[in-house]
């Protein structure tokens, strides 16, 4: 049984120690390189007495980047990655929270990294990499390590402004990795395309898999996700054959006519996540890869990734969406309502997660961790903890579990309550919408929908008049040229929420 991710490692460079584990188009290591470096890296922490320990990773994201990762869990700690791309205020925010005595960079983010106040110590990686690693001293480390020590921080968007720090352990980084390459079906002959930033949870995708099979991941420039034609050539040329993306990088492909240009050629698992896919566009991915695996993921942060998954295997019609489905093995979904009793068929109820893909909770604050972190109450007899997402589904006809939106998506508007997340899945489904994000003037009182697409303003009114009650239709459309996301993908509401207030007074 696994306790330790570089496990996975350690038993890989065995057999496959030439093979390329992870490349850019600048660059590729060798599992043989990525262990080499990794062991340097966690000496040098080690006779920096760094042990247990948060250890602030900025780099570019580039192999290097990720090296430097197994690097600090190797000697005992948890990385902490941050990345030139993140706003400053929120880069010192993250510094501040996790108080690292270590930040580890490269010579481009070097000079920046010397602005923030940081009261530990900068260090480079190529010269950390040349120290000689100490195979007794790790050979220690590892002997006391446990599965639930923590293996990494990310930082997730707070409600009060405030990036909140969720800390995962060995346990549940393991649990998802086992669980989600058995469902997707990972190999050595896998060749992952990665999408999102290093700083995202959703990497682990492609980074212990890889270590897991022997397989290869390509870190693909984020400058070709403007550029729709070169991205698929880039997934051709170096023989891609499995992407884990954000909904919004598929669409972007999609919705552009690329495939008139160029389809990716090796193709054979697409799953996607973070937003609902618009039926429409999916349609024309799967009629291009007829024979690939389509698999819808669903999960938050604090659930280490994914928790759920739907294999798509039957059609759907323009007014559908698709289902998160099930819970991975050893996970449940307890979908609860007002009274915190299960809901019923067909109602809707708050997704809660237990089992061991949950996280430790949030790093130096356990007033939010307690909030969200609480008590099964289902069970009064012992303690266990559930996660509770703030996020509202149901399951439909067929047993699936449906995502329906936010619970802060949730409002009330003359006199009726309404998920604005089935607005936006309504107008997704309208010809000429590529994306759709709804906000609520909370002042005026009205539902303002923004989209990217063709469709005129007044034909996605009148269409929309066709689908929603009237009480939910829109009280003002917006068309703009660019939909505004977040920097893994997802749309940026807070921006979107400005623009509201921008238009109240103009």
């Excluded at 579990?401 to 309504?426: A, C, P, T």
């Amino acid at each position: 049984m696994q306790n330790h991710v570089l496990n996975y490692l350690d038993q890989i460079v065995a057999v496959k120690p030439e093979k390329i584990a992870f490349a850019d188009d600048r660059e590729e290591m060798s599992f043989a390189q990525v262990y080499a470096h990794s062991r340097c890296v966690g000496t040098f922490l080690h006779r920096q007495g760094i042990y247990k320990e948060p250890v602030v990773v900025f780099m570019n994201k580039q192999p290097r980047e990720i090296t430097a990762f197994f690097g600090v869990i190797a000697a005992g700690d948890f990385y902490v990655p941050i990345d030139e791309e993140m706003p400053a205020g929120r880069i010192q925010l993250i510094l501040d929270n996790v108080q690292a005595r270590i930040l580890i960079c490269d010579a481009r983010t070097k000079e920046t990294a010397e602005k923030f106040a940081f009261g530990g110590k900068l260090v480079l990686y190529d010269e950390i990499c040349e120290t000689e690693a100490d195979d007794e001293a790790l050979r220690e480390i590892r002997s006391r390590a446990i599965d639930t020590d923590p293996i990494y921080i990310v930082f997730t968007s707070g409600s009060t402004g405030v990036p909140k720090g969720v800390a995962a352990c060995h346990r549940s980084v393991i649990d998802y990795i086992e669980q989600l390459s058995e469902v997707l079906e990972f190999d050595e002959d896998t060749v992952f395309g990665n999408q999102t930033p290093l700083y995202f949870d959703a990497c682990l995708k492609e980074l212990y898999p890889t270590l897991k099979f022997g397989a290869t991941t390509y870190l693909i420039p984020r400058e070709l996700f403007l550029f729709p034609v070169r991205l698929v050539e880039f997934l051709n040329d170096h023989g891609i054959n499995t992407i884990c993306w954000v909904v919004s990088a598929l669409t972007m492909i999609s919705s552009f006519g690329t495939f008139q240009t160029v389809t990716p050629k090796y193709l054979r698992t697409v799953a996607f996540g973070s937003e609902v896919f618009p039926v429409r566009q999916f349609a024309l991915w799967r009629a291009v890869l007829p024979e690939a695996k389509f698999v819808n993921l669903y999960g938050p942060t604090e659930g280490t990734g994914m928790c759920c998954y739907y294999k798509v295997e039957r059609d759907f019609a323009p007014g559908e969406a698709i289902p998160i489905g099930r819970p991975f093995q050893n996970t449940e979904i307890l979908l609860l309502n007002e009274k915190n009793q299960r809901a019923r068929q067909g109602e809707t109820g708050e997704i809660c997660i237990r089992g061991t893909s949950l996280t430790l909770g949030y790093y130096n604050n356990f007033e939010k961790t307690g909030e969200v972190f609480v008590q099964n109450p289902l069970n009064t007899a012992y303690p266990e903890l559930i996660y509770r997402t703030g996020d509202l589904g149901r399951y439909n006809e067929r047993g699936e579990l449906m995502f329906v939106s936010r619970r802060d998506y949730q409002i009330k508007h003359m006199g009726h309550r309404i998920e604005l997340g089935e607005i936006e899945v309504n107008a997704g489904q309208v010809e000429g919408v590529r994306l759709s994000g709804c906000i609520y003037d909370d002042i005026k009182g009205k539902i303002v929908l923004y989209y990217v697409g063709t469709v005129e303003e007044k034909d996605l009114a009148a269409a929309l008049r066709s689908r929603l009650p009237r009480y939910m239709v829109p009280n003002r459309i917006v068309r703009l040229e660019q939909m505004p996301l977040t920097a893994n993908g997802k749309i940026d509401r807070v921006t979107l929420k400005g623009l509201v207030v921008q238009g109240r007074n103009s």
